[in-house]
């Protein structure tokens, strides 16, 4: 509850003493609205007047009290304090109902799934209470446009996910990532036969490396990360100078790709894996301007991983459309 500063004054001749008495009647602002508090009165003047001198005290009190209830209705339309911080409040409402809107909607996609798709196959998300054995990792950007579930149609407990920025792996060498560190879960202790790195069209990510000076804000978060593609943006530069820095984007967003795919065979027990056979090294791009998919896999054994420029082979290309 604030209180204003402002105070109601009446001025109270009283004929029989001659004497003039202040009535004053604090005003006190609440959520509820205005109230006043009756406070007995006091005397301004101890002594008597005449009653032509009380007629020169009202009027020079009229004038006075006119010119301070100016200041005071300017103060009143300029809340400060408690009351400034209640109107903030109060105009926040909008947005916590709107925020209340939002979760409602998802209460009911929740409870949705919970009735059709949980209860209806309470089995299998009984035994995935217990463990997972998922087969793929997926690592896709954290666009949000792009969820590998909804393209790809991932059920729970089929892929072990993580999403950053651009959907770069960084090298063995970088050193320890929230990426590298689902990889090492996914591969050492799911032991999951496949790793599938995603891309897509219009990446920010992307962009941003291929904007990005070679001297920069080293405190920049985002540019410490997608750094990690740098060895892309260099092919890129390299074969596609001669096109338009959209058409380099595009094209850096498949070659970041396969540089990923060449940085996951720097991870020894991922090498090894791949080299005996019993996990394989996927890339895919989804371009959700025209709603495609391209799925190609590294053919290890052909691939020259020794060359300087990263040369890399690749099978079992798909396309879908």
Known sequence: MAILPSISVSLDLDPQRHTAVLLRTPTISTPFGLHRISVKPQKIFGFKMDSREIEQTRMRLSTNFNSSSTLTTKASREPSGLTQELDSKLQAVPESESGCDLFKDMKHRFLSFKKNKYMEHIEHYEKLAQSQAPKFMVIACADSRV?????????????????????????FESGPS???????????????????????????????????????????????????????KASTK????????????????????????????????????????ILSIHGGYYDFVDCTFEKWTLDYEESNLKEANGGISVKDQLFWC
């Open 147 to 171: 969820c590998p579930s909804a393209i790809l149609g991932f059920q729970p407990g089929e892929a072990f996910t993580v999403r950053n920025v651009a959907n770069l792996v960084p090298p």
């Open 178 to 232: 929230e990426t590298n560190a689902a990889l090492e879960f996914a591969v050492n202790s799911l032991e999951v036969e496949n790793v599938l790195v995603i891309g897509h069209s219009c990446c920010g990510g992307i962009r941003a490396l291929m904007s990005m000076e070679e001297e920069g804000d080293s405190s920049s978060f985002i540019r410490n990360w997608v750094v990690v593609g740098k060895n892309a």
């Open 238 to 277: 390299a074969v596609a100078s001669n096109l338009s820095f959209d058409q380099q984007c595009k094209h850096c967003e498949k070659e970041s790709i396969n540089r990923s795919l060449l940085n996951l065979l720097t991870y020894p027990w991922i090498e090894e894996r791949v080299r005996k056979g």
